[in-house]
């Protein structure tokens, strides 16, 4: 699904991202994890193309995403969420979801919807893929109620639907329980499984939460300092020298 090969990133004299070489597999989880600086949201930014990088090659389902526009990425099927909150605050839980789909309606959608009796039979067709997505996340009862003032982990929720509104066949979430309390994380973890055996999509998981990652993850990409210290197996990573060591220090 997702093929990263000898990725280097530099910005000016310091090196984000040093030789990452890793893959994720068709209808897997790969969990990202690293100390906060050892580039995982850099990595993010290059696959999404927010960043070019300095040396190496992404391949996506056998396409190259460096050729490729930033806008045309999310066509493709490649949907993220990200760090901080990216939503609309004043517009509803719903319009919030459905800016997803906006990759893949025409591009006269937003303005025909109003008027356009043509528009509003495909307003109504993506309201619809709307209300079934916020019904899967438990949204329903704030569907029509605007973004801002709602709980953090409401909104979490909501970057989710909004990316899936976008039918992705690979998801980028980049600490999704990031500010969760510790029984919202856990439920978090079955609804990424669950979501991602209805809707069939790989997932990258970039994520401090460790339980989280080896709870749901396939395997695992360790990095520091813009570097891959560990791939393989949950458990396998988790025992790897260097991973204790970046986490913990050498000392302890």
Known sequence: MLRVKDLVLRFGGITALDHISFTVADDEICGLIGPNGAGKTSLFNCV?????????????????????RRHQIVRKGVARTFQNLALFPSLTVMDNTMVGAHSRSSPHLLPSAVSWPAGRRIRSRLESEAA????????????????????????????LARALMSRPTLLLLDEPAGGLTHSEVHDLGGLIVRLKSEFRFSALLVEHHMGLVM?????????????TIA??????????????ASYLGRTA
């Open 48 to 68: 999404t193309r927010l960043y070019r990088p300095t040396e190496g090659t992404i391949d996506f389902d056998g396409i190259d995403l460096l050729s490729m």
């Open 132 to 159: 079934y997505l916020l019904r899967a996340l438990d949204l329903t009862d704030v569907a029509f109620r605007p973004a801002r003032g709602l709980p953090f982990g409401t909104l979490k929720r909501v970057e």
């Open 215 to 227: 709870g749901i993850s396939d395997h695992v990409v360790a990095m520091d300092f813009g570097r």
């Open 231 to 244: 791939d393989g197996l949950p458990a396998d990573v988790q025992r790897a020298p260097e991973v204790v």
